[in-house]
Nanobody, 117 residues
């Protein structure tokens, strides 16, 4: 069973930066579309960004609210996907998760990101 382990969250002030990491087990990582999701208190989980496989061009998608602030990347040799977050805003506060896009794997525990004003 594929396991997803997110890390890198923390508490920062508005305008700060964080880099999230997600380590995934499993031999199919390199061919999977991987995504970062977030869930804020009282809200549904939403897709923040995804990245296609290198074989498919490695193209990326971002939800409008994070464009030009967040960057998703992947390292297939390490089975890891990253989310570099800059210019953080209080509304980015949420638990962040990774999964395939669309999500078909068991969710990990996520990593908490808290942005204070």
């Amino acid at each position: 069973q594929v396991q997803l382990v997110e890390s890198g969250g923390g508490s920062v002030q508005a305008g700060g930066s964080l880099r999230l990491s997600c380590a995934a087990s499993g031999s199919t990582f390199s061919i999977s579309v991987m995504g970062w999701y977030r869930q804020a208190p009282g809200k549904q989980r939403e897709l923040v960004a995804n990245i296609r496989s290198i074989r498919s061009g490695g193209t990326t998608y971002y939800v409008d609210s994070v464009k030009r602030r967040f960057t998703i990347s992947r390292d297939n040799a390490k089975n890891t996907v990253y989310l570099q977050m800059t210019g953080l805003k209080p509304e980015d506060t949420a638990v962040y998760y990774c999964n395939t896009a669309p999500p078909i794997l068991h969710w990990g525990r996520g990593t908490q990101v808290t942005v204070s004003s």
